[in-house]
């Protein structure tokens, strides 16, 4: 079993930045791989990918519409991954979920919510204009 665990949310205003963390646990995190990602849900909207990576940490992948403004990272040192989140927009307020699936190599971009095996409880983003 796995247990993830998200920190880092918060109120700021347009054009500033946040680092969302997400802590994982569990005796078996280590014995296998697991590849990562973040999923934002806004109210009355379906939960969508925003960032996945891989379980080495070299493969990462972005929505289009946080392409070149946030980052994903993981330290498998400390059992973390993290969403470096820059210019932020109104259009960013999410309550923010990190996600863990069984590592698959180089099928590693996986972006179904469906796919995904264990979720953290989310975290509120929300940007004001």
């Known amino acids: 079993q796995v247990q993830l665990a998200e920190s880092g949310g918060g109120f700021v205003q347009a054009g500033d930045s946040l680092r969302l963390s997400c802590a994982a646990s569990g005796r078996t995190f280590n014995r296998y791989g697991y590849g990562m990602a973040w999923f934002r849900q806004a109210p009355g909207a379906e939960r969508e990918v925003v960032a996945v990576?891989?379980?080495?940490?070299?493969?990462?992948s972005y929505a289009d519409s946080v392409k070149g403004r946030f980052t994903i990272s993981r330290d498998n040192t400390k059992n973390t991954a993290f969403l470096q989140m820059n210019s932020l927009k109104p259009e960013d307020t999410a309550v923010y979920y990190c996600?863990?699936?069984?590592?698959?190599?180089?099928?590693?971009?996986?972006?179904?919510?469906?796919?995904?095996?264990?979720w953290g409880q989310g975290t509120q983003v929300t940007v004001s204009s």
């Open positions: 996600a863990a699936t069984f590592d698959r190599s180089k099928a590693w971009d996986v972006r179904d919510s469906r796919e995904y095996v264990y």
């Open positions: 990576i891989s379980w080495s940490g070299g493969g990462t």
